[in-house]
């Protein structure tokens, strides 16, 4: 081996040393900062603002998720301070990543300048223009700066991109979050364009309930002769009346070997309804069991035996069908909901209450599914209970015209008694 070649191999190995040591120094030095901000927050933000180990690129790749929630107790000054400085390291050794100026905009927050919060967080979401977070965060900006247009904007692009992410908190009137959630939807194909079929859905879904129902038709016209987009306008059908335009898509699936067995079952499940409707209980009961034989395992043939049950005025035998197909489906919250409807018909409040309980916990975001919690609480005379709950809603929906209804007539009962 030649002179020249022995000591770059020695170069390298001391390099790859001081790599090594340089990561165990700063893991060693995190964990110590970790462990103090949980007894003394000053004193740990004093030593992440102050001491030059805070500078190695190890602690610098820790930092860019940097806790401040866990420094709450920080005087604002030195928190400024520190989310500058580590603003600055992270700036300097991860310039392509966004959480430079991610901490350099909250330190501008905290000192309580919009304007330049706005300006860094611009140039952290031309770095991750697809982070839901960073998108929130500069909705929050926006409507502090009085841009309510762009902030709504924002907002929807979070949404499109994680649904249902709540963090950081924005909050709206119940408009503008309706407004969101249709744009979120109208958005969804840019961020996740091989999902156009359930995008499609998701968006007519939101713009039928909304009132618009040609404009729902029209987002599905580009898709008709897809099984999914069948069953849904079969679904709109019955729920106008048109059973014999319900009874054509339905059949149409049906004859479609080519489709999974699952939505074949979902067709033989509402065609049921549309023969109990038309008067045939033998073909609806016939149409149930063809999709049981299909798909054993889904809830729908279980929820159509139970809406044939319900309309034979057997809400005992409702409920069963009913609970087999929260067994297979735990989480929806819409039968939930039809679960604590039957339960109060059969006499079983109890049943009833707990099925709203879990669909509260299923989608705590829900003002409709807590509104339907607090008012079987009132019905059942569960005050207590119901304050509770309307109180937690009421922080997430304040403004939830329903919630404050039943926060009115709860105050009623309550003085009544």
């Known amino acids: 081996m030649t002179g020249r070649g022995y000591r770059g191999r020695v170069i390298l190995a001391s390099a790859a040393v001081a790599v090594m040591a340089a990561e165990t120094a700063g893991w060693w030095w995190w964990q110590q900062v970790q462990a103090l901000a949980r007894v003394n927050p000053a004193a740990a933000a004093g030593r992440l603002r102050e001491s030059g180990l805070a500078a190695l690129p190890p602690m610098v790749a820790r930092a860019r998720r940097l806790p401040t929630a866990a420094l709450e107790s920080v005087p604002r000054p030195n928190l400024a301070a520190l989310l500058d400085r580590f603003g600055g390291l992270q700036r300097a050794w991860l310039p392509a990543h966004p959480g430079g100026f991610t901490d350099l905009a909250r330190a501008e927050l905290v000192r309580g300048r919009v304007n330049e919060a706005g300006d860094h967080l611009d140039a952290a979401l031309a770095r991750s223009p697809t982070s839901a977070r960073l998108q929130r965060m500069a909705a929050a900006v926006l409507l502090m700066q009085g841009e309510l247009a762009e902030a709504l904007e924002a907002l929807?692009?979070?949404?499109?991109?994680?649904?249902?992410?709540?963090?950081?908190?924005?909050?709206?009137?119940?408009?503008?979050?309706?407004?969101?959630?249709?744009?979120?939807?109208?958005?969804?194909?840019?961020?996740?364009?091989?999902?156009?079929?359930?995008?499609?859905?998701?968006?007519?879904?939101?713009?039928?309930?909304?009132?618009?129902?040609?404009?729902?038709?029209?987002?599905?016209?580009?898709?008709?002769?897809?099984?999914?987009?069948?069953?849904?306008?079969?679904?709109?059908?019955?729920?106008?009346?048109?059973?014999?335009?319900?009874?054509?898509?339905?059949?149409?699936?049906?004859?479609?070997?080519?489709?999974?067995?699952?939505?074949?079952?979902?067709?033989?499940?509402?065609?049921?309804?549309?023969?109990?409707?038309?008067?045939?209980?033998?073909?609806?009961?016939?149409?149930?069991?063809?999709?049981?034989?299909?798909?054993?395992?889904?809830?729908?043939?279980?929820?159509?035996?139970?809406?044939?049950?319900?309309?034979?005025?057997?809400?005992?035998?409702?409920?069963?069908?009913?609970?087999?197909?929260?067994?297979?489906?735990?989480?929806?919250?819409?039968?939930?909901?039809?679960?604590?409807?039957?339960?109060?018909?059969?006499?079983?409040?109890?049943?009833?209450?707990?099925?709203?309980?879990?669909?509260?916990?299923?989608?705590?975001?829900?003002?409709?599914?807590?509104?339907?919690?607090?008012?079987?609480?009132?019905?059942?005379?569960?005050y207590a209970e119901a304050a509770i709950t309307v109180s937690l809603a009421l922080d997430r929906h304040p403004t939830d015209p329903v919630l404050l209804e039943l926060t009115e007539r709860l105050r009623r009962e309550i003085g009544a008694r």
Not at 179 to 188: K, T
Not at 217 to 234: G, K, N, S, T, W
Not at 316 to 324: F, I, M, P, S
């Open 156 to 382: 929807a692009v979070a949404e499109a991109i994680a649904p249902g992410l709540r963090s950081p908190p924005v909050q709206l009137i119940a408009e503008q979050e309706a407004r969101v959630r249709v744009r979120a939807l109208e958005l969804r194909d840019r961020y996740y364009p091989r999902r156009r079929v359930d995008n499609a859905l998701a968006l007519a879904r939101a713009l039928r309930t909304a009132g618009d129902a040609a404009g729902a038709e029209d987002i599905l016209a580009a898709y008709d002769q897809h099984p999914e987009v069948q069953l849904e306008r079969a679904r709109w059908a019955l729920a106008d009346g048109d059973r014999a335009g319900a009874a054509h898509r339905l059949d149409g699936v049906i004859a479609n070997r080519a489709c999974p067995r699952g939505l074949r079952s979902r067709a033989w499940s509402m065609l049921a309804l549309v023969r109990e409707l038309e008067g045939d209980g033998a073909g609806a009961l016939a149409a149930a069991d063809r999709a049981l034989a299909l798909e054993p395992e889904s809830p729908h043939p279980w929820m159509a035996l139970a809406a044939l049950a319900e309309s034979r005025g057997d809400f005992e035998a409702a409920l069963g069908h009913l609970r087999r197909a929260w067994g297979m489906s735990p989480t929806d919250v819409g039968l939930l909901t039809r679960i604590a409807r039957v339960a109060e018909q059969a006499g079983r409040p109890a049943d009833a209450l707990l099925a709203l309980e879990r669909a509260v916990e299923v989608d705590p975001d829900s003002s409709a599914a807590a509104a339907r919690l607090v008012a079987l609480q009132i019905r059942q005379g569960r």
